[in-house]
T-cell receptor
Framework: AQSVTQLGSHVSVSEGALVLLRCNYSSSVPPYLFWYVQYPNQGLQLLLKYTSAATLVKGINGFEAEFKKSETSFHLTKPSAHMSDAAEYFCAVSGAGSYQLTFGKGTKLSVIP | NAGVTQTPKFQVLKTGQSMTLQCAQDMNHNSMYWYRQDPGMGLRLIYYSASEGTTDKGEVPNGYNVSRLNKREFSLRLESAAPSQTSVYFC????????????FGPGTRLTVL
């Protein structure tokens, strides 16, 4: 069984500030981990994924995430927020042999000019 | 490639009416999924089809039925719509066995009055 906890349903940052969105997971098998982004009135788009290769994963739009097995975490970061980063972000976990993704409840990111 | 397409984009129903949401993918994926998205709840799996000819219940299947018409198409049916089924519905697909990355459609916004 897998589960995901995203800390903070809303996060606000100033333009140019660091973005940090937190995700903790539990999984009974080695996990695959994903971050998706959803812009208003759109579907979900993959930002990045961890599939047991490098623990630091780089994604689109300058985002990256680090897999930390000891902390069961997969936090999403971006060094400098841009207004266009305002969106909702979802962390998800799956495992080898599973057909399903389990999603967190999402974190809405606001960027303040 | 169109990716994952969904029809309709918007729908308003009265309580008790029925309707079918259509989903198609052109990526030769073998697994397909239906989710609903409600504020603060993240994405919850309704039904999925691991491969053509199979369907399985997800987290919230009550009030829904599905049909995997062929490898490309996976429809979701509401036999007797209820206001609690007001939601945004997303279809997704994946090439199962390849880290389970899912590709999402643009969604259907359904309102049941």
């Amino acid at each position: 069984a897998q589960s995901v906890t995203q800390l903070g349903s809303h996060v606000s940052v100033s333009e140019g500030a660091l973005v940090l969105l937190r995700c903790n997971y539990s999984s009974s098998v080695p996990p695959y981990l994903f971050w998706y982004v959803q812009y208003p009135n759109q579907g979900l788009q993959l930002l990045l994924k961890y599939t047991s290769a490098a623990t630091l994963v780089k994604g689109i739009n300058g985002f990256e995430a680090e897999f930390k097995k000891s902390e069961t975490s997969f936090h999403l970061t971006k060094p400098s927020a841009h207004m266009s980063d305002a969106a909702e972000y979802f962390c998800a976990v799956s495992g080898a042999g599973s057909y399903q993704l389990t999603f967190g409840k999402g974190t809405k990111l606001s960027v303040i000019p | 490639n169109a990716g994952v397409t969904q029809t309709p984009k918007f729908q308003v129903l009265k309580t008790g009416q029925s309707m079918t949401l259509q989903c198609a993918q052109d990526m030769n994926h073998n697994s397909m999924y239906w989710y609903r998205q409600d504020p603060g709840m993240g994405l919850r799996l309704i039904y999925y089809s691991a491969s053509e000819g199979t369907t399985d219940k997800g987290e919230v299947p009550n009030g829904y039925n599905v049909s995997r018409l062929n490898k490309r198409e996976f429809s979701l049916r509401l036999e007797s719509a209820a206001p609690s089924q007001t939601s945004v519905y997303f279809c997704a697909s994946t090439l199962a066995g390849l880290n389970n990355e899912q590709f999402f459609g643009p969604g259907t916004r359904l309102t049941v009055l």
